[in-house]
C-alpha cells in the first residue's frame, strides 16, 4: 500500500504539489503471547484514515492465540499487513528487524497492548509535511487499563533537548520520526530491553528537532504485566546508563526514581513514589558515585531538592526518630 518508493518520473517532477498523504509511512508492532490486547491495536491501526502507510507485526514466537489472530486479519487486510513470526532478543531486536524492512519514509512502532487514535497517522504526517526541518513529532496520549479504563493523561511536554535528560516526556506510541533520521543515529539498540525509545529520543536529540504537537494521537496501556512496571529495575538501570552515556550527567529525579524503587519496590505508577528520608540520603550516594565525574554538580541539585525543611520532615518520620523521640524543629 506504499507509493512513494520507487514513485514514476512524473510523480517525482512533481514533488512540489505533494499532499500529506504523499508520505509513505511504516507502523511496525512486536509481539509475544499477545492475544489479550492485539486485536484492539491491530483494529486501531487497519482503521487509519490515512491512504500511504503498511503495517509490519514481528511475532516472536507466541505459543497461545496470537498468531491465529495475526493470521487471520493478514488474509483480510493481505495488502496492508505482512506478518513475520521467528525467535527474537525482545522488543527492541523485532523492531530493530522491523525497521530494516521498512518502506516508508516515516517509522513509527506501536506495542502490542497500546492503541491509536483515529486520524492518528494524518494528523503526525500533515505536520512533518508542513515542517521538513523536524526529524519526528509526537503528540498527547491516554494512560488507560488493561481492560480499557482510563487512568490519566501521559505527561508529554514541549521538546527541550536538555530536559529530556530529566525525565521521558517523549509517550513512544504518539512518535512518528523520519526513517532517515533514525538512521543518521545509528537506529534502535537491540541490546537495550526497556529503554531503547528514551535511548532512541536522546540521540535524536543531539542532532535534530522534534515537535509535540497538541493532539491525542494514542493510548498507552499500564498494567501489571506491561514491560515497563514488570520491569521496573530494568526501566530504570537502562535510563541512566543511556543519560549517563549521552549526556554524561545523571539528574536527581532518575537516582531518587531508581533509589526509591531499590528500597520499597514500588512501581511507582500504580504504587506511587513515597519520598523517605533513607531514600533522599541513598540517593545522595548513589548519585555521587554515578556522577563521579561532576560530583559537586550532583551534590549542589541534591542541595537544591533536599533543603532544611524537606531535611527536617524526612528525618522526623523515620523509625529511628520516631523510637528514640529524636525529633528535629
Not at 487499563?145 to 501521559?154: A, H, I, T, V
Not at 509517550?171 to 523520519?178: G, S
Not at 531538592?305 to 518520620?317: E, G, P, Q, T
Request: with cysteine.
Amino acid at each position: 500500500m506504499l507509493h512513494s518508493e520507487g514513485e514514476s518520473p512524473e510523480s517525482a517532477a512533481s514533488q512540489s504539489q505533494m499532499t500529506p498523504e504523499s508520505l509513505a509511512v511504516t507502523i511496525v508492532t512486536p509481539c509475544l503471547n499477545a492475544e489479550r490486547f492485539i486485536v484492539e491495536t491491530i483494529e486501531s491501526v487497519v482503521h487509519q484514515d490515512y491512504p500511504n502507510f503498511e503495517y509490519v507485526i514481528l511475532d516472536g514466537g507466541s505459543t497461545d492465540g496470537t498468531l491465529e489472530i495475526l493470521t487471520r486479519y493478514a488474509a483480510l487486510y493481505p495488502k496492508l499487513i505482512r506478518i513475520i513470526s521467528e525467535p527474537d532478543a525482545g522488543a527492541s531486536d523485532a523492531i530493530a528487524k522491523g525497521f530494516a524492512l521498512a518502506n516508508g519514509e516515516v517509522f513509527a512502532y506501536l506495542n502490542a497492548d497500546d492503541t491509536y487514535f483515529p486520524g492518528a497517522i494524518r494528523t503526525a504526517v500533515s505536520h512533518l509535511r508542513d515542517r521538513p526541518d523536524l526529524a519526528g513529532v509526537y503528540g498527547n496520549a491516554y494512560w488507560i487499563s488493561d481492560k480499557g479504563d482510563l487512568l490519566g493523561s501521559y505527561p508529554t511536554m514541549a521538546f527541550h533537548p536538555e530536559d529530556l535528560g530529566r525525565e521521558c516526556f517523549i509517550c513512544q506510541p504518539t512518535c512518528f520520526v523520519r526513517r532517515q533520521a533514525i538512521r543518521e543515529v545509528g537506529g534502535f539498540d537491540p541490546l537495550l530491553h526497556s529503554a531503547f525509545d528514551y535511548d532512541l529520543w536522546l540521540r535524536l536529540a543531539r542532532h535534530h528537532q522534534l515537535l509535540r504537537i497538541d493532539a491525542l494521537l494514542a493510548n498507552s496501556r499500564m498494567h501489571l504485566d506491561n514491560k515497563t512496571l514488570s520491569g521496573r529495575g530494568t526501566v530504570f538501570r537502562e535510563a541512566i546508563a543511556c543519560v549517563q552515556r549521552h549526556l554524561g550527567y545523571v539528574p536527581f529525579q532518575w537516582i531518587h526514581g531508581y533509589c526509591s524503587y531499590l528500597v520499597d519496590g514500588r512501581d511507582q505508577f500504580f504504587d506511587p513514589l513515597r519520598p523517605s528520608f533513607t531514600k533522599f540520603a541513598f540517593s545522595l550516594v548513589l548519585g555521587t558515585v554515578c556522577n563521579w565525574r561532576q560530583p559537586v554538580r550532583y551534590w549542589r541539585e541534591w542541595c537544591s531538592i533536599m533543603s532544611r525543611d524537606a531535611f527536617v520532615r524526612r528525618w522526623n518520620s523515620t523509625w529511628i526518630a520516631r523510637r528514640m523521640g529524636i525529633h528535629i524543629r
